[in-house]
């Protein structure tokens, strides 16, 4: 699984989820017309997490023989379905690759003490 942007007249209106595996696409965050959890301009779409992300982190749970991830940041850790199924993963025996945000120790917090561990 991996993110990117989405563009409308040049300028970035949001970010795409796509399942490697599948081909599966959704939309993580837009500035236009998701009624979800706000991060910084955007808003995001826990439809698009629930329906591309997690399936796809449990697909590769169950088969891949390596993980990969890009990315762990506020925006996907806005979703309960996708800290636990990251925190399945952490569980797991499988190699992983995990592309985390690199601006906080913990993505998933919250600053009341809840991570994706939580």
């Given amino acids: 699984?991996?993110?990117?942007?989405?563009?409308?007249?040049g300028a970035r209106s949001g970010f795409a989820i796509i399942d490697i595996g599948t081909g599966a696409r959704g939309t993580l965050a837009s500035i236009e017309g998701i009624t979800g959890p706000a991060?910084?301009?955007y808003r995001v779409s826990l439809e698009g997490i629930a329906n591309v992300?997690?399936?796809?982190?449990?697909?590769?749970?169950?088969?891949?023989?390596?993980?990969?991830?890009d990315e762990i940041a506020p925006m996907e850790c806005s979703s309960p379905a996708f800290i636990a199924a990251i925190g399945r993963l952490?569980?797991?025996?499988?190699?992983?690759?995990?592309a985390i945000h690199g601006r906080r120790a913990d993505p998933c917090s919250t600053g009341s003490g809840k991570s994706f561990r939580s």
Avoid: F, H, N, Q
């Avoid at 699984?1 to 007249?9: G, K, L």
């Avoid at 449990?58 to 991830?69: C, H, L, Q």
């Avoid at 952490?90 to 995990?98: E, M, R, S, V, Y």
């Fill in 53 to 69: 992300a997690v399936p796809a982190i449990e697909a590769a749970r169950a088969s891949a023989d390596i993980v990969v991830v």
């Fill in 1 to 9: 699984m991996y993110t990117e942007e989405i563009r409308r007249s």
């Fill in 90 to 98: 952490l569980d797991g025996a499988k190699p992983l690759l995990l």
């Fill in 39 to 41: 991060v910084g301009k």
